[in-house]
């Protein structure tokens, strides 16, 4: 769809250089009340003797943990792009997305007309219990007011979220109620998912989006597989497309469910970790499941090795384009202060003993906009402009050629869909956001019609009686964006799915957002089109 589109071109990472001051010289004056570090012995590392001399005699005073705090990201920057220091006030936020949950009042929130509006009540969440509803507009935060001021979304978060147990005040304006409403909230824990959605793509299909690999992932897994196959499943489609990666053991548990015994999920190996290799056991419940799995470049890490493994066992289908090229291993460890440095100690190596990692030697910078480049050098559109090293030529368990140096490359490639494609349709969808604005004005009207709605077929034929593209054109009109006609033409396939699933969200969550967002999904109607013909990788 068109927001993949976009998430292509844009470059994925800006690649922050911190600067560090020069030293003066130092006073040769002896200053008595305070320690002569010069005449003594250095103990510890450089670093620390001239932090040392820095605190005690430099002729200002200066915040030495903000000195050290620049200077780490320093001592780091020419190893490779994925050793990483984490100041401790960000470890928090770090980590929740691979935990599986924070504290908070439980709601989706955006902002809307500088109005912070409520998306979506997670159900069985604190905010439900206390009388939350969707569309309703928070003002205040205790004694903060969120309404009305240039507030960024992190900012609006960090006074939402606090611990478990903790309470909360908002003050909120709901439609149809004259007077604001104060609710006291106690914060609760909230999970993040890791499985978007687990729905049924035809009679036999089913389809599973995989958004990372945190703690909880394999146990969503499960349960959405269960759902699936008590809806008639005969065959899964696993969509990695997007997935960072995440943590490496929930992977492999989760690949281990489509392998039979003693085969070899991958293995990683560094200067100081000894080779140590990851095996199926035998006990996987889909081993005969036909499979498919798709990627993009913006696949990487262990959503790689998943999809690496499934190619070298010859277990099923690759679909899409080539993945990212991340193939090293980071441990977090620990620093006394609370912050942490996410250390790369291995490379993993896949099946066929191919290691995925794409180059680093050229610098962080010529790292990330290898994306960039790719797009450029028409890779998105044509499978013949991908070149592989002929040194690293690979065998799969079945006799194959695979490719080691730069991500898997899929089996059945599918280009970037470009079809629909207009300057109208950035300045709705991406510069100005009319188009998701939209949707917010559409559910204020016909919230209550839409309430009683279980699924996104229903959903479907509820949303086909109105012109959704002629509305929201108006609408962006009214906020003033010009109406481009011919723009609206082009575009009006992608706009009106776009806008369908935008509502679908509001409705139904993801379980209305992916289905209606996947309709027309060029990757999608591939693989089912594979496995409708019977086609695995052999």
Known sequence: MYNNKLKAIV?????????????????????????????????????????????????????????????????????????????????????????????????QFYKYLDTVTVVKVVKGGPSEAAGLQDGDRIVKVNDSIVAGRNMNTDEIMKLMRGEIGSDVRLTIVRHGVAEPIVKTITRGSIPIKSIDVAYMRDDTTGFIRVKTFGMNTYDEFMMAMAKLEGQGMKRLIIDLRDNEGGILPIATRMINEFLPEGKLILYTQGKASPRMDYNSNGKGKYQHLPLTVLINEASASASEIFAGAIQDNDRGNIVGRRSFGKGLVQEQRMLPDNSALRLTVARYYIPSGRSIQKPYDGGKEKYYSDIYQRLLHGEFSQKDSIHFDENLKFQTVGGRTVYGGGGIMPDVFVPEDTVGFSYYLIDVNQKNQYLYDYTFYFMDHHRSETKDIKDYKQLLKYLNRFDLVNEMADYAAGRGLKRDEQGIRASRAIMNTLIKAFIGRHVLDDDGFFPILYLDDKTIETAVREQARGVQAN
């Open 11 to 107: 470059l994925p990472v800006v690649i922050a250089l911190a600067i560090v001051l020069g030293m003066g010289i130092n006073s040769l004056l002896e200053r008595p009340e305070l320690p002569n570090v010069s005449n003594q012995r250095m103990v510890g590392s450089k670093l620390d003797y001239i932090l040392n001399m820095i605190n005690y005699s430099y002729v200002d005073s200066v915040d030495v943990h903000e000195i050290e705090e620049n200077a780490i990201p320093l001592l780091l920057k020419d190893l490779d792009p994925h050793t990483v220091y984490i100041p401790a006030k960000d470890m928090q936020r770090v980590n929740e997305e691979m935990v599986g949950n924070f504290g908070g009042v439980g709601v």
